[in-house]
T-cell receptor
């Protein structure tokens, strides 16, 4: 079946570095993508979203890039802070209202 | 805005009992809510889609008679785990759809409910 996946299960960075978390999706009909952050024992928190008619969207310290040609999504976090340590999930909203989640990347930020 | 709450945050029950989990959208109305379960170090698995005023749509492999869903109002959906067993122990998370930017529905998640069945 079609699914959303992430390239790396874990990513370790130093405080202040920029982080890039990647996601590959397979459903070419997907037209909406979301990045969520989940801290231990909590529900996912919306970070940023992007529609398929865009290739880049910026938020506060975060940027999402969408490459529809290779079906690739990335989340860039500038000046990563210890509070950014969490599991990051990409999700796609393809044919319906339900989301398909990737497996998640655990970001660890060391001081 | 877009706050979703769940109650209880955690619950411990005996095997064979039923547990009800509430999901509320606090500052917006949601015609569609979703229920997920998540095992340790795994991604979220969609269990069912809850539609206000109609029957829930369950994902393949999810027993509708075991996981009863009721979406009685635009701000409340409930999940009842009937005759719970230890294998039902998990982290249950709900989400609610909210329209953003005038055209796209985005899911906002509750804080989750940790269920432990003894």
């Amino acid at each position: 079946g079609e699914s959303v996946g992430l390239h790396l299960p874990t990513l370790s960075v130093q405080e202040g570095d920029n982080s890039i978390i990647n996601c590959a999706y397979s459903n070419s009909a997907s037209d909406y993508f979301i990045w969520y952050k989940q801290e231990s024992g909590k529900g996912p928190q919306f970070i940023i979203d992007i529609r398929s008619n865009m290739d880049k969207r910026q938020g506060q310290r975060v940027t999402v890039l969408l490459n529809k040609t290779v079906k690739h999504l990335s989340l860039q976090i500038a000046a990563t802070q210890p509070g950014d340590s969490a599991v990051y999930f990409c999700a796609e909203n393809g044919a319906g209202t339900a989301l398909i989640f990737g497996k998640g990347t655990t970001l660890s930020v060391s001081s | 805005g877009a706050v979703v709450s769940q109650h209880p945050s955690w619950v411990i029950c005996k095997s064979g009992t039923s547990v009800k989990i509430e999901c509320r959208s606090l500052d917006f109305q949601a015609t569609t809510m979703f229920w997920y379960r998540q095992f340790p170090k795994q991604s979220l698995m969609l269990m069912a889609t809850s539609n206000e005023g109609s029957k829930a749509t369950y994902e393949q492999g999810v027993e509708k008679d075991k996981f009863l869903i009721n979406h009685a109002s635009l701000t409340l959906s409930t999940l009842t785990v009937t005759s719970a067993h230890p294998e039902d122990s998990s982290f249950y998370i709900c989400s609610a759809n909210r329209n953003r930017d005038g055209g796209t529905d985005t899911q906002y998640f509750g804080p989750g409910t940790r269920l432990t069945v003894l």
